[in-house]
């Protein structure tokens, strides 16, 4: 985004926009950017920057604009569908209607309709989101029908022509590869086939964000740490599962970017834009063109997963870069972004983000489980879960997105499924660390929350199922030897993904101990009788 290539005067989200609102009677007009958006730099210039309309916006309306990456809190509950979000509001904050990307034909016409609608409804006009009315998620029991629905999804949506889940445009979903590695492999590996042939960036490393096309064609090419992090685990599980060297090299090639084009020094850049007409340059044209601009901002949620991704391969290949880079995201991130357990968004110079977001609880929370396992440092870990249980646990036992505010729809809970199902699932594998089932329970009362809802769930949250299954019972290798030791090394490579493995462990004197919901199935003293034990489990 180029807020100097519009002619709109925006405000900030905040008290002082509002009260113009409200003063003045007129509508707002958020605009929910990224930095990293090609559309919404498109559509500055192409349609903020017309004088006509800016002049039509400026008197007509109240004009705010809001970076979705530093508000996810605004952003949850005001995205249509993409960046930009165009979105008309009532003064008190309500829906009026929105768009995402509009040119200048488009959004004069949006215009004249929301005048009209204000002018002859005014607050009655608006609406609040249906997740947002019905906020108090649908709870349920846990039972086998939550996977094998999963699994009914999974055959039902997969292309079996082209690879991936859909039949218009492709996303990874590598939460949903995941998920398919031990329960439909061929559906895995094909799409994970697909993506590193039409999504990775061969010359600069890094994975494009989508493919516009069924076939993988038409790729938009912004590049996401938080994406690019999770393609990282997705595809050295499949290195893990499969022994598939394409895959260890798709996921080692894209560490490399993260840790040089997105690294600012001290932990992970946010992203990096997609300007098309760089991307399909020759590479000894790109050489000499200007890069598409990185947003340096170190987000702790991105970090998170970037660490954990980073560890992850770590723990299949004892990759000596991904271990580094890991750990001194992860110092810096816990040093300047988590105080007494509550974790904040990010710093940039005297500015401070919002804190105590779901988000970013469960994703630092999930590196610091990971790093537990991986290299046997805990960090805060049982601080920042504690405070996450302590202040943003809802009765029915699903968590806030953050505590909630008084400005628009932020004054309206919302229970996002997916970073609870993160935070539950991340949870479970700190209740085997610890050996506390306090933590246990309170994964399942947040899986359980969402129960009644479970067969309307499709595969996007695949990872809901996945942690339902763990829930009934979960498997841990105890290793009595600290971590990077052979045998706890040996645990790493052979553990399925949902299984935890806790190193150091008391009383077991430089063995190993496999358990499946606190039953012990076997011991071993070595390498070799660790994985004759798991092997002849299997």
Same mark, same amino acid.
């Given at each position: ?28 007009? !958020? ?18 920057? &017309? ?75 608006? @609406? ?11 709870? %349920? ?25 859909? @039949? ?28 590193? #042939? ?18 993988? %064609? ?12 999770? !393609? ?10 499969? %022994? ?13 970017? *993260?840790?040089?084009?997105?690294? #600012? ?20 044209? +790109? ?23 980073? !560890? ?19 110092? $810096? ?13 990010? +710093?940039?110079?005297?500015? @401070? ?9 469960? $994703? ?14 805990? %960090?805060?870990?049982? &601080? ?9 646990? $809802? ?38 660390? #610890?050996?506390?089932?306090?933590? +246990? ?28 299954? +763990? ?36 009383? !077991? &004197? ?19 009788? *660790? ?8």
């Amino acid at each position: 985004m180029n807020d100097d290539a519009t002619k709109v005067e925006w405000n900030e989200w905040g008290e002082r926009a509002f009260d113009v609102a409200q003063q003045t009677g007129k509508p707002l007009l !958020l605009s929910l950017v990224t930095s990293w958006s090609a559309d919404c730099n498109a559509m500055d210039a192409a349609t903020y920057g &017309e004088p006509r309309i800016a002049a039509n916006v400026n008197d007509g309306f109240v004009p705010v604009r809001v970076d979705a990456d530093r508000n996810p809190q605004i952003r949850e509950r005001y995205n249509m569908g993409g960046f930009p979000s165009t979105v008309f509001l009532t003064p008190q904050g309500r829906v009026l209607t929105g768009a995402t990307f509009l040119g200048s034909e488009g959004f004069r016409g949006i215009l004249d309709k929301v005048r009209e609608t204000w002018d002859a409804k005014g607050e009655d006009a608006g @609406s609040v989101p249906r997740a947002l009315r019905d906020a108090k998620p649908p709870g %349920g029991a846990i039972d086998d029908r939550i996977e094998e629905h999963m699994v009914e999804q999974l055959l039902a949506a997969y292309d079996d022509e082209f690879g991936g889940w859909g @039949s218009d445009m492709k996303f990874p979903l590598p939460r949903t590869i995941e998920f398919a590695l031990v329960r439909a492999r061929d559906q895995a590996t094909r799409t994970l086939d697909a993506i590193q #042939t039409h999504l990775l960036d061969t010359y600069g490393g890094g994975f494009y964000r989508y493919a516009r096309n069924r076939n993988w %064609g038409g790729p938009v090419r912004e590049k996401l740490t938080e994406e690019n992090a999770a !393609l990282v685990r997705a595809f050295a599980r499949g290195y893990r599962y499969t %022994g598939d060297e394409s895959y260890r090299n798709s996921a080692e090639d894209t560490i490399e970017y *993260l840790t040089t084009d997105l690294w #600012t020094g001290d932990a992970f850049a946010a992203s990096q834009g997609g300007n098309e007409g760089y991307y399909t340059l020759e590479p000894t044209e +790109r050489e000499e063109a200007d890069a598409p601009p990185i947003d340096e901002t170190v987000f702790a949620d991105r970090n998170g997963l970037a660490v954990d991704a980073l !560890l992850t391969f770590a723990a299949y290949t004892d990759d000596e870069r991904a271990t580094r880079y890991a750990e001194r995201a992860r110092d $810096h991130v816990v040093d300047e972004l988590v105080d007494g357990g509550e974790v904040t968004h990010y +710093r940039d110079g005297d500015e @401070s983000g919002p804190s105590g977001l779901l988000v970013d609880q469960a $994703h630092v929370l999930s590196a610091l489980t990971t790093s537990w396992q991986v290299r046997g440092e805990a %960090g805060p870990a049982r &601080e920042i879960a504690d405070w996450t249980i302590e202040n943003l646990r $809802h009765e029915s036992g699903a968590f806030y997105d953050g505590q909630t505010g008084e400005l628009g729809l932020l004054d309206s809970p919302l229970f996002p499924l997916d970073t609870s199902v993160e935070l539950a699932d991340t949870l479970l594998d700190l209740a085997v660390l #610890t050996g506390e089932d306090h933590y +246990r329970n309170v994964a399942h009362d947040a899986i359980a929350a969402f129960g009644n809802a479970a067969d309307r769930m499709g595969i996007e949250v695949a990872h809901y199922a996945a942690t339902a299954a +763990r829930l009934r019972a979960p498997e841990a290798i105890e290793v009595g030897t600290p971590a990077g030791t052979d045998l706890h090394r040996a645990a790493l490579r052979l553990a399925d993904h949902d299984t935890v493995v806790v190193p150091d462990a008391a009383g !077991l &004197e430089d063995t190993a101990r496999h358990q499946t919901d606190g039953t012990v199935t076997g011991t071993a003293d070595s390498p070799a009788a *660790l994985e004759e034990l798991l092997t002849s489990e299997t």
